[in-house]
C-alpha cells in the first residue's frame, strides 16, 4: 500500500532517518509516496514470488528436505528466490542470523553510483529513474555479486554462494572468486520496515 505524505518526513516518523537509493524499475514510484512495510508485510517483489510458487501448489516456504519435484517447473528468477528463503529459514550457520526475507524488502543501494551500476549489470535498456528513499531502517546489507552468478539446478553449485550472501561476506572475501570476478562487491540493502520515497536524483540512460 501506497500513501502520499503532507507532513515533512522527520515529523511524521520523529527518527533518524537513514537515505539509501533505489532504481525504480516499474516507473510507478513519485516524490513523497510512503510504502508501508514490515510486521511481515509482504513487498511487491514478495508478491511477484509468490504468484510463481503458488502456480506450482507451494502456500509456505519448505524445507530442503520438504521440496516438491513441481520446483522443477519454476523459472530461473523463481527458482533462485525460493532456494535462497529455504537458506535464510533452514541452512545452519544462517538461521540464527537477524536476516531479512527478500520476499519482505523493499531494495535499494548505498549510492547513486552503486544504482547506476546495478542497471548495467542488469542489462536495463530503458532510462530508469533512481530515487533518494528514506527509512528508520539500517537495512540488510548483502553483496548482491554472489547471485549476480550462472548456476546449473544443482545445490552443490549454489549452496556456498547462497550461504555466503546470507552471511553478509563479501565476494572479495573469497581470494578465488575475486580473482575472476572483476566487477567487485555491489551492496544491496535489504529494507523491511516502511520507506518513504524522496527525489529523483537521477534517470540513467544505457
Partial sequence: ??????????????????????VDISQQLRPGMSIALGR?????????????????????????????????????????????????????????????????AFFAVQSIKDAQRYIERSNFSKNLPIYEIHTCDAGYKVDSTWLDQQFPRDLKAFNYYYKEYWKRSTIESDPHLSHHEKRGSLIEVLIASDVVIGELVSRHSI
Fill in 1 to 22: 500500500m501506497a500513501l502520499f505524505l503532507t507532513q515533512p518526513i522527520h515529523a511524521l516518523f520523529g527518527k533518524t532517518m537513514n537515505k539509501f537509493f533505489h
Fill in 40 to 104: 511481515e508485510r509482504i513487498s511487491e517483489f514478495g508478491r511477484k514470488c509468490w504468484k510463481h510458487f503458488k502456480c506450482i501448489g507451494l502456500h509456505e516456504i519448505p524445507t530442503l528436505n520438504s521440496l516438491p519435484s513441481s520446483v522443477s517447473l519454476l523459472d530461473s528468477f523463481a527458482y533462485r528466490e525460493l532456494y535462497l528463503e529455504i537458506f535464510r529459514t533452514g541452512h545452519p550457520e544462517v538461521i540464527n542470523l537477524k536476516t531479512v526475507s527478500r520476499l519482505n
